[in-house]
């Protein structure tokens, strides 16, 4: 079965910089569109970003200009690297993984906290 752990979750002050971690247990990762949604308390789960085989990526328009999501075939890991965070980004982020021609993303992680002080 597929296995998604997030890490690099944690506390940071407003303007300060995140990278989180997905390390996916899959036997062929670049066969996988990989994204990341974030869901804070009271709130629907969002989309964050979202990266497919060959690198190229999509963003939330809240994030876009602030978030890079990218992908390393051979560690089986995807990363999202947050900068100018802004208390608005605290939430539960998840990675999630899609088959290549499949509609749907399938595969879940158990999420990692983010949390950003004003």
């Known amino acids: 079965q597929v296995q998604l752990v997030e890490s690099g979750g944690g506390l940071v002050q407003a303007g300060g910089s995140l990278r989180l971690s997905c390390v996916a247990s899959?036997?062929?990762?670049?066969?996988?569109?990989m994204g990341w949604f974030r869901q804070a308390p009271g709130k629907e789960r969002e989309f964050v970003a979202a990266i497919n085989w060959s690198g190229g990526s999509t963003y939330a328009d809240s994030v876009k200009d602030r978030f890079i999501i990218s992908r390393d075939n051979i560690k089986n890991t995807v990363y999202l690297q947050m900068y100018r965070m802004k208390p608005e980004d605290t939430a539960v982020y998840y990675c999630a993984a899609s088959i290549i021609g499949d509609g749907e993303y399938r595969y879940w992680g158990q999420g990692t906290q983010v949390t950003v002080s004003s």
């Open positions: 899959v036997r062929s990762f670049s066969q996988y569109a």
